[in-house]
């Protein structure tokens, strides 16, 4: 029988990490709700609330608000933008395991 284990206190994906002036910002696991914030935020950003496109990258990064208000707006789209892709085409973590084998790991 073969079995996909996964975690919810370990991803099988590296963390997302962008740097605004020396400081480094992580995200280490995307959850449902947080994808959902940014999703009810960005249709905003997209009829032009640039409050809502700061709100968006403050969900998802947890940038503070004074940092993000200094941002150039085409840097925040370019942020959004990365994340986004990032999302949706993630690096899966490479350990010794997964270096010996092929697929995911399966129990026995």
């Known amino acids: 029988m073969s079995k996909f284990i996964i975690s919810t206190k370990k991803s099988l994906y590296k963390p997302i990490e962008i740097e605004v002036d020396g400081k480094s910002y992580v995200i280490k696991t995307i959850s449902p709700g947080m994808l959902e914030g940014a999703k009810k935020h960005e249709k905003l950003s997209l009829k032009g609330d640039v409050k809502a496109l700061i709100e968006q990258l403050r969900i998802l990064t947890g940038i503070e608000k004074e940092t993000a208000m200094k941002l150039d707006i085409r840097d925040i789209t370019d942020l959004l933008s990365f994340i986004k892709d990032k999302i949706f085409t993630p690096e899966k973590i490479e350990d010794e395991e ?11």
Not at 98 to 108: L, T, V
């Open 98 to 108: 997964e270096k010996n084998e092929s697929g995911p790991a399966e129990a026995k």
